[in-house]
């Protein structure tokens, strides 16, 4: 019996050191719990570098593989020669029959890290495609109920939109619904082993915006405009 005790606690204790277990893609990753310890090359292994691209990774999901890129922020934007800030893990393309992360009972379809250049993670950006009114007023009370009232503030990127914010003792949480009608989108279908490229019609829809930020890292993000991060703030 004490055998198999030490060896309970021991699989207990290197699960929460290491952090998430589980590598991207995997499995919906529980943003409610998530554990800022995790490393980002559990996150993203080496297996799933992409074998042409330079600082990409293609990993395999439930509908067909993701393009992650990684990317750096630089103190002056585009300017290489310039301090680099961070490190943005950022995914490309998605679909929405993949639920790559979940908080209560939202789940997301694209999901991106940022992570100082100690490679400790930073920031989460998740977005949920198509969501409805019903569901954003069910996540915005979920999360009150947690973490208290919100605060909640009006912001623009092409065209106003608002942005509710919770804090708990080490974290940010951020929502923000954006309208979107799929004008910009390529949408691509698949049947029977074909591909097609149908003329996109107007689909006017919102989608939800979480990030989750570390307290300390919360000035920083003034410099995160890219990927699906550019309604943090």
């Not at 499995?27 to 600082?55: C, M, Q, R, V």
């Not at 680099?84 to 393309?93: C, F, I, S």
């Not at 977005?127 to 954003?136: L, M, P, S, Y």
């Not at 973490?147 to 708990?168: H, L, N, P």
Request: neutral net charge.
């Amino acid at each position: 019996m004490k055998t198999k005790l030490l060896l309970l606690f021991s699989f207990i204790f290197l699960t929460s050191c290491n952090g998430q277990t589980k590598p991207f893609g995997e499995t919906a990753i529980n943003l409610e719990n998530f554990d800022f310890a995790t490393k980002i090359a559990d996150l993203y292994p080496e297996k799933y570098k992409h074998p042409s691209y330079k600082d990409h990774y293609r990993i395999p999901c439930e509908n067909g593989s993701v393009l992650i890129e990684k990317s750096i922020i630089y103190e002056k934007p585009y300017d290489p020669n310039s301090k680099p800030l961070m490190q943005v893990y950022g995914q490309k393309n998605w679909s929405t029959g993949n639920e790559l992360a979940k908080f209560g009972k939202q789940f997301f379809n694209k999901l991106s890290f940022v992570t100082d250049m100690n490679n400790e993670i930073k920031v989460i950006g998740a977005v949920a495609d198509e969501t409805t009114e019903k569901d954003n007023e069910a996540f915005i009370k979920n999360l009150t109920k947690k973490f208290g009232e919100y605060k909640k503030v009006e912001s623009d990127f092409a065209g106003t939109f608002f942005i509710y914010e919770w804090r708990s003792k080490d974290l940010v949480y951020r929502f923000a619904t954006v309208f979107n009608d799929d004008k910009n989108s390529i949408k691509i279908e698949k049947d029977k082993g074909t591909i097609s490229f149908p003329k996109g019609e107007e689909n006017l829809h919102t989608e939800g915006y979480f990030y989750i930020i570390k307290s300390d890292y919360i000035k920083a993000i003034e410099k995160l405009k890219t990927n699906d991060f550019v309604y943090i703030d």
